[in-house]
């Protein structure tokens, strides 16, 4: 006898090896929550931004990968590894404060226009955690390398072994012993920000803050990469939001992307910076979309919101942008061909 939905769904699928796209297009049609994957171009304006003060000159390379139509994936690795090499820099890379155990151990990802990603946890010894991350995500079937595995599996990439403990971030770390309480800084990367003053912290320099970078290039891709030390003086082993895609950072090609900064446990427990990416899906523009998501963090925790930071920072497809953070100070770069901005303060709840 003929089955007519057998039919239907054979000539659905036949057909479907020749008309994908076509196929796609009618689905879309007929359901406006699928949205169809706009294609890659070749005459976007590119544009790339990232978070706080040093996104200034993490900006400054990776528009050297965008300006000579490279990938947006080079842009951002290049980028974000001038923060990892800046010893002067505390709270990323090379000269990061360390865990309560004197020991600096880096958090980073990295994801692409394709949906594919890497990450490692809690490495020590290596400079440019991203680098390993992207190999992660290049050159393994997995998603993830943490501790010893990650650090083992560098080795064997070619990375070489560095103290990354400076003799600054060692005499900060010292000095913190003495009190040894854990009670991060809101804007450590801006001292007229900070919710202490300057001199009574141990080298001016007692927090965390996070390099997430997002970038779109010349042929309509976005990718993005967010790395960091984390929090100073945490507990050993503590992971924060910054190398957990969705957390830390997400990217989905037919939207945009989103990273974030701040008190990572916050962020891990909204899936901050995927909520941010759907919120845009939805239509909100990225600073909205910024905004509602630090909202709801402010919502489920009003008492903990109240003394802490966490910012958010978006990127559409369209080249619109956006940030929004729980306090003020919260500062990003965006770099384009027109300009080298440093956005500051950015908008926020306080
Ligand atoms: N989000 C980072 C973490 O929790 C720190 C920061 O960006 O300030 O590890």
């Known amino acids: 006898m003929f089955n007519r ?9 036949t057909a479907g090896l020749f008309s994908f796209s076509g196929n796609l297009r009618a689905l879309t049609q007929n359901n406006p929550s ?14 790339v931004i990232s978070t706080w003060d040093f996104g200034v000159a993490a900006n400054a390379d990776a528009w050297k990968v965008l300006s000579t139509k490279g990938s947006c994936l080079d842009a951002v690795e290049k980028g974000v590894m001038v923060a990892e090499a800046d010893e002067k820099n505390n709270s990323v890379g090379y000269g990061g404060l360390p865990d309560r155990d ?23 010894n290596i400079k440019h955690a991203i680098c390993v991350a992207r190999k992660v995500m290049e050159k393994t079937p997995h998603v993830m390398l943490a501790g010893k595995g990650a650090y083992q599996f560098a080795l064997e990439q070619g990375f070489k072994t560095e103290n990354l403990l400076t003799q600054e971030s060692e005499k900060a770390w010292k000095e913190w012993l003495k009190n ?5 800084v809101i804007n450590s990367e801006n001292k007229n920000y900070q919710n202490a ?3 009574k912290l141990p080298g001016n320099q007692y927090n965390h ?50 990273t974030s900064t701040g008190v990572g446990e916050e962020v891990v427990r909204n899936v901050g910076s995927f909520l941010v990416v759907e919120l845009m899906r939805q ?4 600073q909205d979309a910024c905004k509602e998501a630090v909202m709801r963090i402010i919502r489920k925790k009003p008492q903990t919101a109240k003394n802490i930071q966490v910012g958010f920072l978006a990127l559409n497809k369209k ?32």
């Open 5 to 13: 939905r057998k039919f239907i769904k054979k000539s659905a699928l």
């Open 34 to 47: 699928i949205i169809p994957p706009s294609p890659s171009q070749n005459n976007m304006k590119p544009i």
């Open 102 to 124: 004197g020991i600096v151990t880096l958090d980073a990802c990295i994801m692409d226009s394709d949906g594919n990603i890497g990450a490692v946890l809690a490495l020590e």
């Open 180 to 184: 040894a309480k854990y009670n991060p």
């Open 197 to 199: 003053a300057p001199e």
């Open 209 to 258: 803050d996070t390099i997430g970078m997002l970038a779109l290039d010349v042929h309509g891709n976005i990718a993005g990469a967010c790395t960091t030390s984390g929090m100073a003086f945490k507990l050993h082993g503590r992971i924060g939001d910054s190398p957990i895609i969705g957390a830390g950072l997400y990217i989905d090609n037919e939207i945009g992307g989103a």
């Open 283 to 286: 239509g909100y523009s990225p």
């Open 319 to 350: 080249g619109e942008y956006g940030a929004y953070a729980i306090q003020k100070g919260f500062s990003y770069a965006v770099c384009n061909e027109n300009k080298q901005d440093l956005i500051l303060p950015g908008k926020s709840y306080y």
